[in-house]
Every structure is written in structure tokens, then in C-alpha cells.
């Protein structure tokens, strides 16, 4: 019976004791709150580990805000951002788009950028579709039109919650 015990204690200890990947993404939250940002690196990190698209892209926010200085960890970065975008989380699409255009912590994709930025405005994400219209005007990765770049610069001013960025060009 001792045995068995201690076997569950020790399966307890290294699953996290039960925590899921959300629950770990909202320690992260409560953590920030407390200004506790070692705590809420880990969080995020294990929600990240476990497949909590939220997590991935608070842990590449964390990672960016802090540590951002070096090759490696903007690789990481990169690929935490984009895991949040695969997984469903759209504000993590618009910022794997702009590490692509940039060519930071991948190598720089003026195409993928363009279409990460599209995927994400098509889900109502504002910044992204004035990063698409910046994209036409210049030629980046699409056709340059001044026309599809209006027509995402005034999709980029619908909704109630503008980005401050760009309250001046939906004014």
C-alpha cells in the first residue's frame, strides 16, 4: 500500500499536479498581476508545453518583453507565436507575421507575412489588416494596390476596440 502511495505522490509531482494547460496560462496572468514575472515565464512555458495556444502566445510575450536579445530566443519566440496561431489564437497570427516580415527569429518571408497578416484580419484581428494594407502599398510579399491597401486600412478601422496605433488613421 506504501508503495502505490508513493507512486501517486510522485505521478502527482510531476504532472503539476492536475493543473491544464489553461489553468497554467491563468497562473501566468495572476503572477503578472503580482509583477512576479520569473513565476509567470513558468507558467506560460508549461501552458505553452501542453498545447494552450493563449499560453504559448502570453510566453512568447513574456519571452519578447524580457529576454529578447538573443538569436535563440527569438527563435523560440517565433515559433511560440506561431504555435499560438496554429493553435486557434489569432493575435499570436499577426505577430508571427511580423517577425517573418521583419526576419526576426525566422528567416525573413515577405509572403508568409502576407499571409499570416490575412488570416489574421479575416478573424477581426485590426492590427493585422493595417499591417496587410501597409503590405499592398508597399509591394511586400503581394502585389502592390492601392486599392486592396485602403480597403484593408478601413477594415482596419471597424469595431469598437481600435489599437491605439491606429486610432489616428480611423479617425
Not at 14 to 42: M, P, V
Not at 56 to 76: G, T, V, W
Amino acid at each position: 500500500m506504501k508503495r502505490i502511495s508513493a507512486i501517486a505522490l510522485i505521478m502527482l509531482i510531476f504532472s503539476g499536479c492536475g493543473k491544464s494547460a489553461e489553468d497554467y496560462n491563468i497562473q501566468g496572468k495572476e503572477s503578472l498581476k503580482k509583477s512576479d514575472y520569473d513565476s509567470a515565464f513558468e507558467s506560460f512555458k508549461q501552458s505553452c508545453d501542453n498545447g494552450y495556444a493563449e499560453g504559448c502566445y502570453n510566453f512568447a510575450s513574456l519571452l519578447q518583453k524580457f529576454y529578447e536579445d538573443s538569436d535563440i530566443n527569438q527563435k523560440i519566440i517565433a515559433q511560440s507565436y506561431e504555435k499560438s496561431c496554429d493553435g486557434g489564437y489569432i493575435d499570436g497570427c499577426n505577430k508571427v507575421a511580423t517577425l517573418y516580415a521583419w526576419g526576426r527569429g525566422v528567416k525573413q518571408d515577405y509572403i508568409k507575412a502576407s499571409q499570416l497578416y490575412k488570416k489574421a484580419c479575416d478573424k477581426g484581428n485590426q492590427l493585422a489588416c493595417y499591417n496587410l494594407g501597409n503590405m499592398y502599398g508597399s509591394g511586400d510579399g503581394v502585389k502592390q494596390d492601392f486599392s486592396k491597401q485602403n480597403k484593408f486600412f478601413k477594415k482596419a478601422c471597424i469595431g469598437n476596440n481600435i489599437p491605439s496605433q491606429l486610432r489616428t488613421l480611423c479617425e
